[in-house]
RNA sequence: GGAGGUGUCGCCUAGUGGCCUAUGGCGCCCGCCUGCUAAGCGGGUUGAGGGUUACCCCCUCUCGCGGGUUCAAAUCCCGCCACCUCCGCCA
């Protein structure tokens, strides 16, 4: 949620960032309409609930005839208050409404415009080139006996697979190296639930446009997360947190589940845009004025992890346009995949500020008279398993359908050097 | 799933219809005192919203959540949620 103080006293830049979205400024009219009424309702409930409780005092004192007189006052007046009551709660919900639809405003130095409309920051290492024809993730994969696609399909359908043997080992290599990197950076390791409460998702933003993209389970009201995001920005839900133990890093383990509605036809071959898969997330908890510099430092943590893991890619800042509901910021580190010919998503961070801190009431209290203010909440993908063994598979794979193991990944992997093609 | 119990401010706690405008302690903040430290003394300390706005100040809401009874609810009634104990089931 936006901070509502913008809506009233600078209107007009909220217009123009609906505008840098490519959005209608009509909601931001709507919100103000909400507001008046909004605190007309609450001006006619306070004064009615004022007097009820002032002749209430008297009552209380009063005996005899007085107090009948009293009584018989009051008896619509409470009526009154009831009315006004529900009222005022219809225009809060009104308002409330208005404002949840509302995306937090793009940062000044973010690129105006659409999903093309990115700028590439910076590239890094040097796309891989091959004296013979590289083979694609999905043969490979078969090759070395790692990614079984067929029987992922026959038991789960299409964009399910199966990681089996040096795949599987692959994995469980990955997060153990990102756990470590994580760990050593900081980070408090965490396992979290992956069935949650609507207001999680809500307060996250990933239950506005995006809702198509998310497993809601039958039946209960439980929502399948697409990204460990969402515990770990619930976690500190409905508490105020002491300003002198932020910043508060966490790193998550967990499965994420995506519908991928409206992505028909997209990437259909192979594991580089599943409906489950694992991730390590990371996420910080700070305050305003750190959060652009915490912002730099997970995607530093994300460039030293694809450095390690010796791919090319290339850091992009997102435009407005292509920010999720909650984000004022986003950079994507994209891996080069040979056979693809370009630059995919590997990872990506974003600079929430304080738009799901208000949504979830995560507050921090700080000293010298500042008191109880929302803090700031980042996240940031540290590995996501399926595209990052895609890179790692196109990348260094040999003419023979070996792939050779970048070392920092080869104490992981049993000290293996090398993924040798099996047999059958 | 069944039975019983509990839910009050960051933590613990008093409070069985009306000066509850919620008690006390711990912690925290400010000040005083004190060679240092500790202790002591005094004051402050739930959060949200509205009016007014430089500040002060005034008002409303907030006792797990939501309804209800009543002129009036932390307090009485109903539903829900969470936690604890026991039983059942289960990796």
């Not at 009820?52 to 008297?58: A, F």
Request: hydrophobic share 40%.
């Amino acid at each position: 949620m936006i901070d509502p103080r913008l809506l009233r006293d600078d209107p007009d830049r909220l217009r123009a960032a609906q505008a840098k979205r490519g959005l209608s400024a009509d909601v931001v009219d709507e919100a103000q309409a909400a507001d008046e009424r909004r605190r007309s309702a609450i001006v006619e409930f306070e004064r009615l609930r004022g007097e009820q409780k002032g002749l209430g005092r008297q009552i209380s004192r009063a005996t005899g005839e007085e107090r009948q007189a009293l009584l018989d006052r009051t008896k619509t007046l409470a009526a009154e208050v009831r009315t006004a009551e529900s009222a005022q709660a219809e225009a809060e919900a009104a308002y409330r409404a208005c404002l949840m639809r509302i995306p937090n405003p793009a940062a000044e130095a973010a690129p105006a415009g659409g999903e093309d409309d990115y700028v590439v920051l910076e590239e890094v290492g040097t796309p891989a080139t091959f004296d013979f024809e590289p083979r694609d993730h999905v043969e490979l994969g078969r090759m070395l006996g790692a990614i079984d696609i067929d029987r992922g399909a026959k038991v789960s359908g299409a964009r399910f697979y199966y990681l089996t043997g040096v795949g599987a080992d692959l994995e469980l290599a990955l997060v153990t190296m990102a756990m470590d990197q994580a760990r050593a950076a900081g980070f408090t390791p965490m396992i979290p639930p992956t069935l949650v409460k609507p207001r999680a998702m809500e307060g996250t933003g990933f239950l506005g446009q995006a809702a198509d993209d998310v497993y809601r389970v039958e039946g209960e009201d439980l929502y399948l997360v697409g990204t460990s995001e969402v515990p770990l920005a619930a976690y500190h839900s409905d508490e105020i947190l002491d300003a002198r133990t932020l910043p508060r890093r966490y790193a998550a383990f967990s499965p994420c589940f995506r519908k991928e509605a409206g992505s028909y036809g997209k990437d259909t071959r192979g594991i580089i845009r599943v409906h489950w898969f694992d991730k390590v997330e990371m996420f910080s908890y700070t305050t305003l004025e750190e959060s652009e510099a915490e912002h730099q430092w997970l995607l530093g943590q994300e460039r030293a992890w694809l450095d390690k893991l010796e791919l090319a890619y290339r850091v992009i800042d997102t435009a407005a346009g292509d920010l999720g509901l909650s984000a004022q910021r986003k950079f994507d580190c994209e891996a080069w995949i040979p056979t693809q010919g370009r630059y995919r998503e590997l990872t990506s961070t974003s600079n929430c500020t304080d738009f799901q801190a208000r949504r979830l009431d995560i507050r921090g209290r700080f000293p010298d008279g500042v008191g109880v203010q929302p803090l700031a909440t980042l996240n940031g993908t540290l590995v996501a398993i399926p595209r990052t063994i895609v890179a790692i598979l196109e990348t260094h794979q040999q003419a023979d359908g070996s792939v050779r193991v970048p070392s920092a990944l080869q104490p992981y992997l049993q000290g293996r050097e090398v993924l040798e093609p099996v047999v059958g």
